[in-house]
């Protein structure tokens, strides 16, 4: 089993950056995928962007390219999501997950989950 804490989030005002991290334990980190979501109390969890255990894949919503970069470190089991231009509607609490890098990214169902970490847009 993969366990996974976030750190990072924060408030800041609209236009400002935040960084995430994801720290993993527990199996070897490159032998998942990894993304981010995030969810705003009441609304369904939303996909924001993932990474393929090899680097060599990148995926986003559409909302968020251009703004937002996913990066990992396998050497030190940790992803990354770059923040750059935040807007006040990406308020959300953030969430990385895994899952077994045999499963195609691109179905976004993951397995492992983290406990979230709260980022606030301010207008």
């Known amino acids: 089993q993969v366990q996974l804490v976030e750190s990072g989030g924060g408030l800041v005002q609209a236009g400002g950056s935040l960084r995430l991290s994801c720290a993993a334990s527990g199996r070897t980190f490159s032998n998942y995928n990894m993304g981010w979501f995030r969810q705003v109390p009441g609304k369904e969890r939303e996909f924001v962007a993932a990474i393929n255990w090899s680097l060599g894949s990148t995926y986003y919503t559409d909302s968020v390219k251009g703004r937002f970069t996913i990066s990992r470190v396998n050497t030190k089991n940790t992803l990354y999501l770059q923040m750059n231009s935040l807007k006040p509607e990406d308020t959300a609490i953030y969430y990385c997950?895994?899952?077994?890098?045999?499963?195609?990214?691109?179905?976004?169902?993951?397995?492992?989950w983290g406990q979230g970490t709260q980022v606030t847009v301010s207008s």
């Open positions: 997950a895994a899952h077994p890098r045999t499963r195609n990214i691109a179905t976004r169902e993951y397995d492992y």
